[in-house]
T-cell receptor
Framework: AQSVTQLDSHVSVSEGTPVLLRCNYSSSYSPSLFWYVQHPNKGLQLLLKYTSAATLVKGINGFEAEFKKSETSFHLTKPSAHMSDAAEYFC???????????FGTGTRLQVFP | DTAVSQTPKYLVTQMGNDKSIKCEQNLGHDTMYWYKQDSKKFLKIMFSYNNKELIINETVPNRFSPKSPDKAHLNLHINSLELGDSAVYFCASSQAGREGQPQHFGDGTRLSIL
């Protein structure tokens, strides 16, 4: 069975400092992995996706993630946090034999001035 | 030009009532989904339809009945609403068969049962 584990439920950073949101995955197959962001009272927006091409994936708003098979990780990073980055972030794996998405429990990112 | 739109955005109703949530996508996708997000923000799939055919049904009570009149619409009808149904319900769509094709989500319907 496939799954993702988000290692931190809350992350707090100061504006202008780097962001690291951690995600480990479990999959018997080469996974399709995604990061989604959810702002308060909004839907989910795709930040980036990994589909067995380049291991370093660039997304929107300056975010990127690196797929590391040896560590079964897909951590999300951003060099410099902005106040508007404050939101809930979900690491997601697509089920191999269906189209369903399996969500992590989410990481709430707070950004302080 | 909204890609995936859900109505209503907010739904407040009494226990025991029957209600429907509508979803429409204009992306030309052939697959649509319903997800439930609980009070702890955990998201779990409920149903998926591909070209009007039910593909995924994740052990959801049969009080929940999805209906897909065409591949651009997937509605969710809920009978005899219970307190535990209070949640945010998200509709999503994607094009099946393409590796890594992401799902596009609506803004959610916030259902509160009194």
């Amino acid at each position: 069975a496939q799954s993702v584990t988000q290692l931190d439920s809350h992350v707090s950073v100061s504006e202008g400092t780097p962001v690291l949101l951690r995600c480990n995955y479990s999959s018997s197959y080469s996974p399709s992995l995604f990061w989604y962001v959810q702002h308060p009272n909004k839907g989910l927006q795709l930040l980036l996706k990994y589909t067995s091409a380049a291991t370093l994936v660039k997304g929107i708003n300056g975010f990127e993630a690196e797929f590391k098979k040896s560590e079964t990780s897909f951590h999300l990073t951003k060099p410099s946090a902005h106040m508007s980055d404050a939101a809930e972030y979900f690491c997601v794996v697509r089920s191999y034999n269906t189209d369903k998405l399996i969500f992590g429990t989410g990481t709430r990112l707070q950004v302080f001035p | 030009d909204t890609a995936v739109s859900q109505t209503p955005k907010y739904l407040v109703t009494q226990m025991g009532n029957d209600k429907s949530i509508k979803c429409e996508q204009n992306l030309g996708h052939d697959t649509m989904y319903w997800y439930k997000q609980d009070s702890k923000k955990f998201l779990k799939i409920m149903f998926s339809y591909n070209n009007k055919e039910l593909i995924i049904n994740e052990t959801v009570p049969n009080r929940f009945s999805p209906k897909s009149p065409d591949k651009a619409h997937l509605n969710l009808h809920i009978n005899s609403l219970e307190l535990g149904d209070s949640a945010v319900y998200f509709c999503a769509s994607s094009q099946a068969g393409r590796e890594g094709q992401p799902q596009h989500f609506g803004d959610g319907t916030r259902l509160s049962i009194l």
